[in-house]
C-alpha cells in the first residue's frame, strides 16, 4: 500500500467546498484544513504508485480553485 499527503493551496472562501470536494474522492483517508504555507492536507492510500497519480492529477488537482498542489510520498 502507498501513502502520500497532498497539500494544497487554495482560493481564498474556497476551503470548505474544497474539503467536501476532496472528502468524495475514494482512496482519501483524512482531510485537514490547516494554518500556515498550506490551507489543506489530504492523506491518500492506494494499491501502487499509478493509482496515486491518477487521483491526484486527475481528481484532486481537477477541482475548481484549486490553485497548486505539493506531494510527499511515504518510504515504505
Excluded: W
Excluded at 482512496?27 to 484544513?33: D, Q
Amino acid at each position: 500500500m502507498e501513502t502520500a499527503y497532498v497539500m494544497i493551496n487554495c482560493e481564498m472562501g474556497s476551503e470548505g467546498a474544497i474539503l467536501e470536494g476532496v472528502k468524495s474522492i475514494d482512496s482519501v483517508k483524512e482531510v485537514l484544513g490547516v494554518f500556515g504555507n498550506y490551507d489543506i492536507v489530504v492523506k491518500i492510500e492506494c494499491p501502487n504508485v499509478e493509482e496515486m497519480r491518477e487521483i491526484i492529477a486527475k481528481k484532486i488537482r481537477q477541482l475548481e480553485r484549486i490553485q497548486n498542489t505539493t506531494t510527499l510520498m511515504c518510504a515504505n
